[in-house]
Structures are given as C-alpha cells and as structure tokens.
C-alpha cells in the first residue's frame, strides 16, 4: 500500500509562486500517473495536473501555462509548481497515484493533502 506525504503548502502572496512536492513511499503498489488535485469547500475535487510514466502531462485550464507539474521517479516524488497565484489557487492541494496512464482513470492512493492560503 502506497503512502503520500505532501508538502510545501502555506501561506503565499497573490501574484507570487508556490512548489508542492509529494513522496510515494511502502510497497506493493504499482505507479504509473502522478497527480495533483486540490479542493475548496462545497465543490468537487478538481484534477490540476498529472503526468505519467511515458512524459504525458495534463494540465487544468485554470492552471495552464503558469504551472509545471514534474517527477523523480528514483525518488518516486512529483512536483507541482503555480506561478502567478490567484486568490482562486487557494485549496487543499492533494498529491495522487494510479497504475493507469490515462489520467481520467481512478487514483489508488491519495495524501492527506497540504493547504494553500493566497493573500491578496
């Protein structure tokens, strides 16, 4: 079973950046797609970016062209980078994996989730 242990989250000033970094640790899993989702009260979670194993990378709208999503995989660690934070990047910021290369497909393991704060 996978555990995910996020960081990075905090308190940061519109318009400035952020980098969040999540390490997949323990055994018998399988991963092939890292994610980042995030999370604000009374809506879904939304899928921010995800890369698999083959380079492929997703990206949110909201987030696309001042975002970098990227992964060690000796370290089995992903990072996301927001530049230019909004006032709406604010959420819960979760870290996911899947065996899938499509990124739609469900997520086996999730971390506790980092919260992000932006001031404006």
């Not at 242990?5 to 899993?29: D, H, P, T, Y």
């Not at 949110?60 to 975002?67: F, P």
Request: hydrophobic share 35%; charged share 20%; with cysteine.
């Amino acid at each position: 079973q996978a555990h995910l242990a996020e960081s990075g989250g905090g308190l940061v000033q519109s318009g400035g950046s952020l980098r969040l970094s999540c390490v997949a640790s323990g055994s018998g899993f399988t991963i092939n797609t890292m994610a980042w989702f995030r999370q604000v009260p009374e809506k879904p979670r939304e899928l921010v970016a995800a890369v698999n194993t083959a380079g492929r990378m997703f990206y949110a709208d909201s987030v696309k062209g001042r975002s970098t999503i990227s992964r060690d995989n000796a370290k089995d660690t992903v990072y996301l980078q927001i530049d230019s934070l909004k006032p709406e990047d604010a959420a819960v910021y979760y870290c996911a994996i899947s065996r899938y290369s499509d990124f739609q497909n469900p997520y086996e393991g999730w971390g506790q989730g980092t919260r992000v704060t932006v001031s404006s």
